[in-house]
């Protein structure tokens, strides 16, 4: 665990942004509940058995802002993937004109996260509001992951990025990424806020990880320039 504070902080995110930006719908194509829901069928008649129940593992976002209950919660591990900055948000926590960037798993590597029991009487209608908040951009990919935890290992639901959407950016530098997150602001709030939250309830749950670490601090500094501009 870091033994210093973050660099980053609401206040100077607010003082770096302190206008609202206006939600554009053009900027990004949704999908609907019809559109999402074959998607969402195919990845449940894929789960692995014997099932261990319904699981959701969540590594930005989900961690600080679940948005549905849970009966369980237990940190873990994946292993094949690890959390990135690669997915660039042209609405929401970004715009056309200074898009933004969030996290999504991309291959390689091992990610620390949280996983999510769920109620799994009705487990179509329990994943689909998480189902639908994930996947309606099209920048995402749901897959069934094995999730290391110290009770045991869980098969949970995630989400992966989706290397063929136009949203995918690669491997940018973290100096490029910083950049990015810096400017990117959208009608949910800039960038960074989205940053700042999960680095803090990565730190609250003893997940160190460098990439947020490295990022909130390069942030910080631009955030600093902006505001005393």
């Given amino acids: ?19 609202p930006v206006r ?14 829901g ?24 989900l961690i600080w ?10 940190t873990g591990t994946v292993r094949g993937y690890h959390r990135r900055f690669c997915l660039l948000q042209r609405r929401f926590r970004g715009s056309v004109a200074r898009p933004g960037l969030v996290l999504a798993l991309d291959r390689g590597g091992l990610c ?23 996947m309606r951009g099209n920048g995402y990919l749901g897959r069934c992951v094995t999730v290391e935890t110290e009770a045991g290992p869980v098969t949970a639901l995630t989400f992966v990025v989706n290397r063929a959407s136009d949203r995918y950016t690669g491997r940018l530098t973290e100096a490029e990424i910083a950049d990015r997150i810096a400017t990117g602001a959208g009608h949910l709030g800039p960038s960074a806020e989205y940053l700042f939250r999960t680095a803090e309830a990565c730190a609250r749950e003893g997940i160190l ?10 942030v910080a500094e631009r955030l600093e320039a902006r505001a005393a501009s």
């Fill in 65 to 74: 802002q679940p948005e549905f209950t849970f009966t369980e919660r237990r």
């Fill in 112 to 134: 620390r996260g949280v996983a999510f029991r769920l109620a799994d009487e009705d487990p179509h209608a329990t994943l689909l509001p998480v189902w639908r908040r994930e």
């Fill in 23 to 36: 939600d554009d719908p053009s900027a990004l194509a949704l999908l609907t509940d019809d559109e999402l």
């Fill in 1 to 19: 665990m870091p033994k210093r504070p973050l660099s980053l902080s609401l206040d100077l995110i607010a003082r770096a942004h302190p206008d």
């Fill in 209 to 218: 990880d460098l990439h947020l670490w490295t990022l909130q601090a390069l």
């Fill in 38 to 61: 074959p998607g969402l069928t195919r990845v449940l008649t894929r789960r692995p058995e014997p099932q261990d129940g319904l699981w959701v593992f969540g590594y930005g976002s």
